[in-house]
């Protein structure tokens, strides 16, 4: 079946441009998460979501992050006044049930903001 | 954020040859995965470890879960050209936040054929 889907795959945002991100998560995941990689880094937690509810939005660096999933399927990551701290790829992750550990990426947005 | 002590950083090894790799923590995990990461790709889940002591094998992988909960290593067997990437550990402890994967820095394999 289909996997998990993001788009752009690329993004390049002048500073202070607002910029918004789509995930596609699998059909029928329950929960969605989002996570920020750095250059030669592993991926960083964001946010959370248990279908439409947004649990934990613990790891936004800033309140220029903002997340949402209002049906409890497809998701946006929008980020207000682009800062050159925040290029990095940006990956989206689905889980099929509450209790499940699998988590499964999708090909991440490289966001590149100059 | 926390992050999990992965090693070697990188690694050069002719084809044919065995690999391993480990991740190390100071806080116990209760759940250990591990990925492969392709240039441009996200991750792709390899094999999932759920409790101490475990040893699972996929294919010429093979990982175990430490018995300590503090560690994992992953095995590969007779290296091909197409194991060629990044491989991450990601752990998941228990109570609250027990969603959020804590990835390592990454083991980068390079195969030489």
């Known amino acids: 079946g289909a996997g998990v889907s993001q788009s752009p795959r690329y993004k390049v945002a002048k500073r202070g441009q607002d910029v918004a991100l789509r995930c596609d998560p699998i059909?029928?995941?329950?929960?969605l998460f989002w996570y920020q990689q750095a250059l030669g880094q592993g991926p960083e937690f964001l946010t959370y979501?248990?279908?439409?509810?947004?649990?934990?939005k613990s790891g936004l660096p800033s309140d220029r992050f903002f997340a949402e999933r209002p049906e409890g399927s497809v998701s946006t990551l929008k980020i207000q006044r682009t800062q050159q701290e925040d290029s990095a790829v940006y990956l989206c992750?689905?889980?099929?049930?509450?209790?499940?550990?699998?988590?499964?990426f999708g090909p991440g947005t490289r966001l590149t903001v100059t | 954020g926390q992050q999990l002590n992965q090693s070697p950083q990188s690694m050069f090894i002719q084809e044919g040859e065995d690999v391993s790799m480990n991740c190390t923590s100071s806080?116990?995990?209760?759940?250990w995965l591990w990925y492969k990461q392709d240039p441009g790709e996200g991750p792709v889940l390899l094999i999932a470890?759920?409790?101490?002591?475990e040893l699972t094998s996929n294919g010429r992988l093979t990982a175990q879960f430490g018995i300590t909960r503090k560690d994992s290593f992953l095995n590969i067997s007779a290296s091909i050209p197409s194991d060629v990437g990044i491989y991450f550990c990601?752990?998941?402890?228990?109570?609250?936040?027990?969603?959020?994967?804590?990835f390592g820095k990454g083991t980068k394999l390079s195969v030489i054929p």
């Open positions: 992750a689905s889980s099929q049930r509450t209790s499940s550990h699998e988590q499964y």
């Open positions: 979501f248990q279908n439409e509810a947004q649990l934990d």
């Open positions: 806080s116990i995990f209760n759940t």
């Open positions: 470890l759920y409790k101490a002591g």
């Open positions: 990601a752990g998941l402890q228990s109570g609250a936040g027990s969603y959020q994967l804590t």
């Open positions: 059909s029928g995941h329950v929960s």
